[in-house]
């Protein structure tokens, strides 16, 4: 840990805002996790190496950068919640508080899973873009998109950290006007060569972070950062596929080459315009959108602390041109690194002037000094004074030439003209398109005339002027629209909305309504026509919705025994259920007497219509003639019922000879029966 980390943890900065834990350390500058006390939230602080704190211009940038970058009210933008310079007598802090992500990075990610499978490195891309095209449309180039730059949080949220901070530093006095700062693995060739950027300068960027999702590792590499750099300026990016251990779809080769090409005005023209892309690319392969994984930050050696190197570094050198020597080629290239502040390892932070690589470049010859006579001076003068005109005349051409290229460019240079494409096979149509220096756009549209896959129409119109390098929408015919298939038991706004965006109108006829046992009421029973037919264009299509259950008639079931009963009514539909036995002296014990609902009701449709069944409790009467009187008793009172015997002269156990409910006859549970016995 060094000296200015272990003087700012357990201190106060402006009085507000508590350093905690060291989180990250780069080159320039260390990142903390702290607390504001006045809000009591938790917060990230970016602590500016202290070379920076008596830089007015750098400050003064700062301040500006920051604002801007706070102005960004974007999911995937990491907040900005203050700035500051914090005054002591230790010396001075430049800070800025920042939104706390808890998680890791894409660093973390690839460190940890090598090269991405293609749906999860567009699902990281799609997050980042969405937060480069708010910035792009605010007016902001972030100008170091890397890994180390894009966070990962809790949820697979991916956010993009730093907007604004190279373009700060790069005032700073530490920095002269033939240096350029940045990360040079993922430095785009205008960046590289004249400092120049724009969002364009983002696409690139991006870019080369798709290369290293698909591949683990970076398109270019090298022991120094100027070899890497004079890749960037002088070579194609190579498609993913040929470094990949796995399968990459030509189509993402596309995708990375037409974003990293070396002229800016041949990529996507921002962010925005490259998402658009991508949404293409991922359309056509049929990749979805899937969860991003979240990671620890890496752990550290010092088991005590989890602390982050920035990875790549951000670099500081001069511009490199085409007329660059390769430095792999130049023997004598020694590239001298500076000291850094915050050591990072074999590739901490350095600083390269344009007189140190001009020096490594070259290689002195020296060759021993000789008397020369005059006839040697003259040609020596004349090889002078020719040389010389030839230098004025190239600077005369070269003049010459960037005068007329400013004057074709100030007058129809920029612009291009939107090429006749109606009629013609979409593919055809790009082709033109990109031939005329312009970015496309595709929606499909229904056409009753038009052959599916031909251009429709163009928007801006055809031969119209517009800027190089911008787009234009081209609107493809779909063919005539085919009635779309909606799953039974949908929701009628669903059937409304697949049909509107086939062209077609969405018709209700409750006389084409009709009852479903399977589909809710209210709820989409089928389209009329069939979905698959094909319609013309604003065609009106029926949704028929169910009525649920068709209402349904008891059955009866009266006279039939208990389960027979209940085995008819579940056959039609209905869920029986017992009610309490009634007495009747016309059905028997066991057998039907009524339902509720009665015999012949109708009643609606559905799965939980009961029906009370109600049997009879009867009691059918033996007949007892013969039986002696204790037989007789027993009989009776096996059936429930009880008996009064009456017998001649006083007698009780004689034989039963008359009895006062007739044999056959139905009674009650528990009534009397008198029987009369003789002795």
Known sequence: MGTQSANLIGGLLEQRYRVNTLLARGGMSTVYRGVDTRLERPVAIKVMDPRFSDDQSFIDRFVREARTAAQLHHPGVVGVYDQGVDRSPTGDHVFLVMELVDG???????????ALEPALALSVLEQVLSALGAAHRAGLVHRDVKPENVLIGRGGAVKVADFGLVRAMASANTTS????????????????????????????????????????????????????????????????????????????????LRATRRDPALRPLDADALLAEVHRTAMSLGLKTVPVPMVAASPQPDATIRVRDDGPPTEKFSPITAATPVPSLAPTMVAPPAPPLNPMGPMGTRAMSRADIEANAVTARHAPIRAQSPADRYQQQRTKSRRAFFIWMAVIVVLAAAIATTAWWLGSGQWAQVPTVKGLPSAAAEQKIRDANLQFTEKNVPSNDVPKGVVVDVSPGEQQ????????????????????????????????????????????????DDFSENVPAGKVLKLLPNPGTQVNVGSAVVVVLSKGPAPKKVPSVVGMPHDQAFQALQQAGFQPVDGPAEFSDQVDNGKVIRTNPGAGSTVPGGDNNQVTVIVSNAVVVPDLTNMNAEDARNTLKGLGLDIDV??????????????????????????????????
């Open 646 to 679: 009456q017998g001649f002269f006083g007698g009780k156990n004689g034989r039963v000879f008359a009895q006062d409910q007739p044999p056959g006859s139905r009674v009650k549970p528990g009534s009397k029966i008198t029987v009369h016995v003789f002795p």
């Open 177 to 256: 006007d033939d240096m350029i700062l940045g990360t040079v693995a993922y430095l785009s060739p205008e960046q590289v060569a004249t400092g120049a950027s724009d969002p364009r300068s983002d696409v690139y960027s991006a870019g080369i972070l798709l290369y290293e999702m698909l591949t683990g590792v970076p398109p270019y590499t090298g022991d120094n950062p100027i070899s890497v750099a004079y890749r960037h300026v002088n070579d194609d990016v190579p498609p993913p596929s040929e470094a990949a251990t796995g399968s990459i779809p030509p189509a993402l080769d596309d995708l990375v």
């Open 104 to 114: 890791g990075t894409l660093r973390d990610l690839l460190r940890e899973r090598g």
């Open 465 to 512: 002027q517009v800027r190089r390098g911008s787009s234009v929408e081209l609107s493809v015919s779909q063919g005539k629209p085919v009635v779309p298939t909606v799953q039974p038991g949908s929701d009628p706004a669903v059937a409304d909305k697949l049909l509107s965006e086939q062209g077609l109108q969405s018709l209700r006829d409750a006389n084409k």
